[in-house]
């Protein structure tokens, strides 16, 4: 339904079917303007492509190679076409998000745009945008966001007709069912029993929770200019992600009617770390109280505040081994595997306020938790990860809770 002040939704929507599908969510009168901007920014990336093959001797740029060019686009924009990042700001994408997120705050958290092939490539896989490395069980993730709302959702927005994307309806909220995983064993490219096309015409939009069950159908070469973008809470109910996919960097090429939002959310998630340096100081002092009234600052929701902890285990992970001497003598390549450039300066900004015996140290506090969140041998879930690997895809700790792991420092 839509109304002068852009489109409304019902949130329950997203938490019984892990998606909503919205009609022209780009008003008809902006949709040839933003396919004229994103053409220009998809040429001058294609040029920084380009000269990355050459500087590396590689056969074929990203462009000619990859089954599906995506875009950063706040690398690329200035001010004749910040329009596509204004549409980032707009009601019917930003006031939707805003709709859906249970937080006084909902920033920006990443903006691309996802670009045919020069030549087919056929189906991707199935997947889930998470991972047991680097995230908390698929069951606490479910739990979390069903107690208390997304703590993030992303979009698909079509400047050109678009039906590459499948879902399975309601799958955010589960494991995967025994005859998925026997599918998915069988041919992970294949379709899925209950599984649906997203059939989008130039203009409408798919939200959707990043734990649904999802799948590229086809990376034809079929022009697809297709807009992805994500939106995360700040001071909502619970504590979702630590990174974002732009720095304020690019703020300086924008008008200045568009610079304030971006300033506002970086201030967000400087309390954010804030509040991650107290929790962390608090388990290096074994200050029990003071890490409960952290924990319920970060994440206020009293449900799911085991799920938080889990997060910050791994962001302690990476923080420990990117403080470590190693990690300044590793390649670019290696460097990026763990932690992504375009949110390095985040990581930087909570390293900076610890000393690497610290780390070492925390590393420790968070020692059992770690232990209890890995699995006697490696394993292989399809549609989950990409890889086998030592830690629960998708149970939490059992009879382990936040008294249970505050005990576990001694």
Known sequence: MSTDGGIRVDPQQILDDGYIVLRNVIPPALLGQLRNSFEVLVERQKVIWEEERRRDNLPGSVWETAPQPRLTYNNLVDEATADTVAFCLHENTHGVSKQLIRGS???????????????????????????????????????????????????????YDDDVLWVIPGSHRRANTEAENRQLQKDDRAPLPGGIPVKLRAGDGVVYTNFILHWGSNYSSKLRRTIHIGYQSYNGPLYRYFHLWWSLDFISRLPPDLREPFQNWARAINREHDLIEAI?????????????????????????????????????????????????????????????????????DVARRFTPAEFEQLWQRFAVLDARLQADADQMVAGTQANPTRYRVYEMPENFDVEAFIASWA
């Open 105 to 159: 705050e909902v920033g920006l958290h990443q903006m691309m745009l996802m670009c045919s092939p020069v030549r087919d490539h056929g189906p991707a896989r199935w997947h889930r945008d998470t991972g047991a490395d680097s995230d908390a069980p698929l069951e606490g993730l479910h739990h979390d966001m069903m107690e208390n709302g997304p703590g993030y959702v992303q979009w698909n927005i079509p400047l």
């Open 280 to 348: 962390y100081r608090a388990m290096l002092n074994r200050d029990a109280d003071g890490f409960r009234a952290g924990l319920a600052a970060l994440h206020p929701g009293e449900k799911g505040r085991m799920v938080c902890a889990t997060i910050l285990c791994k962001e302690a992970q990476i923080l420990h081994a990117f403080t470590r001497p190693e990690f300044a003598g590793q390649t670019a390549e290696e460097q990026a595997q763990l932690v992504a450039p375009l949110t390095r300066h985040l990581y930087e």
